[in-house]
């Protein structure tokens, strides 16, 4: 399985970017489509992150002013940053879990993907 993530760039604050990511490969199904972020000298952190059945979930920081979304039947995920600040700096990756094909179609071998990081910059 691989992530292909797009989107990044330069922004003054208060503009708006969108991130997006598609996953291709052989898999049974995808579970969970999320954005991470890593700022310099900090950990990576969870942006936001969508499973198949569930509401999405947003760090706190980004509530209200992130929006995540993901088309199943063409397996990408887009995160849709408005109102952005200079604390958004950072390194955003992709992250992607589920099944890859077993037996006769069945759920195989779990697997976790990360995908190459996009720098998002946001100027004051």
């Known amino acids: 399985v691989q992530l292909q993530a797009s989107g990044g760039g330069l922004v003054q604050a208060g503009g708006s970017l969108r991130l997006s990511c598609v996953a291709s490969g052989s898999f049974r199904r995808m579970n969970t489509m999320a954005w991470y972020r890593q700022a310099p000298g900090k950990q990576r952190e969870l942006v936001a992150r969508?499973?198949?059945?569930?509401?999405?979930v947003y760090a706190t920081s980004v509530k209200d002013r992130f929006s995540i979304s993901r088309d199943i039947s063409k397996n990408t995920v887009t995160l849709e940053m408005n109102s952005l600040r200079p604390d958004d700096t950072a390194v955003y990756y992709c992250?992607?879990?589920?099944?890859?094909?077993?037996?006769?179609?069945?759920?195989?071998?779990?697997?976790?993907?990360w995908g190459q990081g996009t720098q998002v910059t946001v100027s004051s």
């Open positions: 969508k499973t198949t059945f569930n509401d999405p």
């Open positions: 992250y992607a879990d589920g099944f890859l094909v077993g037996k006769g179609w069945s759920d195989g071998r779990a697997f976790e993907q």
